[in-house]
Nanobody, 124 residues
Framework: QVRLVESGGRLVQAGGSLRLSCAAS????????MGWFRQAPGKEREFVAA????????YYADSVKGRFTISGDNAKNTVYLQMNSLKLEDTALYYC?????????????????WGQGTQVTVSS
């Protein structure tokens, strides 16, 4: 089992920055990649970014490219999401997810473990 705990979400003004953290515990050696997803009210959960632990390959949704940065600290079993130039449409519940099989995916159904989410609200 893997446990994921997100933190860092809060209310922020448009144009501002936030850094989300996701700490993994348990059988972390089994994790091949980790992703960030988000879900706004009334919308589907959508892919934001992913990182492959081995090699560090990184992937982003087009909507966040150039504004968000995903990074990982293997020693701390923690993944981060640095969010800059935040927009109103970035408001959502942000989830961290861990994938056990090799590779990565934008499909939420391809991830095996999920955190409880951390709320990011961007105000005008």
């Amino acid at each position: 089992q893997v446990r994921l705990v997100e933190s860092g979400g809060r209310l922020v003004q448009a144009g501002g920055s936030l850094r989300l953290s996701c700490a993994a515990s348990g059988r972390t050696f089994s994790i091949n990649s980790m992703g960030w997803f988000r879900q706004a009210p009334g919308k589907e959960r959508e892919f934001v970014a992913a990182i492959i632990w081995s090699g560090g390959s990184i992937y982003y949704a087009d909507s966040v490219k150039g504004r968000f940065t995903i990074s990982g600290d293997n020693a701390k079993n923690t993944v981060y999401l640095q969010m800059n130039s935040l927009k109103l449409e970035d408001t959502a519940l942000y989830y961290c997810a861990a994938r056990i099989p090799s590779g990565w995916s934008t499909n939420k159904d391809r991830y095996d473990y999920w955190g409880q989410g951390t709320q990011v609200t961007v105000s005008s």
